[in-house]
């Protein structure tokens, strides 16, 4: 069994949680690469995919990634959002990610908040189509935070001991 961890990450959250998950997982060969490193994936039996939730979606490179994953891969996606741990604004880039996976490839998904620089959110909270995550993003100080990345830790193992089993 092999598994990569592949990832985006703007500001460093997406990143830590990549890092937290690629230390939970055992029982398997394992490399962890940004997306944009990821290349050949043909060795890979478990691929994990993680993004900011950036627009309510899913940034491009990484749904462009995901389009592409051949079938017979198995996939698990995680996220971190500004918006709350969830809730619907963060769940449709959740859906959005999914319905771009080859068909009975997804193993699970897990998603926790991270935190948004504060002139950010005052800049984005004046544009209508961001203003609802970002009043949810001013309580995501800290995140992801010790227990954000143990849970990770512990749904990596999940979704690579699930991968062996089917
Ligand atoms: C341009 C931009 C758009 C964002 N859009 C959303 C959004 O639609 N929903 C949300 O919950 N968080 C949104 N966020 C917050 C990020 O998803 C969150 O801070 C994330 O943890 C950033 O991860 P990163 O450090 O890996 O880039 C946005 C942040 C930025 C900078």
């Known amino acids: 069994m092999k598994a990569l961890v592949t990832y985006c990450s703007q500001t460093g959250n997406t990143e830590k949680l990549a890092r937290a998950i690629f230390e939970g997982i055992e029982q398997a060969e394992k490399d ?3 997306v944009k490193d990821a290349g050949d994936i043909k060795g890979y039996d ?9 627009a309510h ?3 491009e490179e990484m749904a462009s990634f995901i389009k592409n994953i051949p079938e017979g891969k198995k996939v698990a996606i995680f996220a971190t959002h500004g918006s709350l741990r969830g809730g619907e604004l963060a769940i449709t880039a959740f859906y959005d990610a ?5 068909k009975g490839a997804v193993l699970g998904t897990f998603g926790c908040r991270g935190q948004v620089k504060s002139g950010i959110i005052e800049a984005l909270m004046n544009k209508p189509e961001h203003k609802g995550w970002a009043l949810e993003a001013q309580g995501a100080i800290g995140h992801p935070h010790e227990a954000d990345l143990e849970g990770a830790k512990e749904w990596a193992k999940a979704m690579v001991s699930k991968a062996r089993a089917q």
């Open 57 to 59: 979606s899913v940034p």
């Open 32 to 34: 962890i690469l940004p």
């Open 46 to 54: 478990v691929i994990l995919c993680g993004f900011p939730v950036q």
């Open 98 to 102: 999914l319905r771009l996976t080859p």
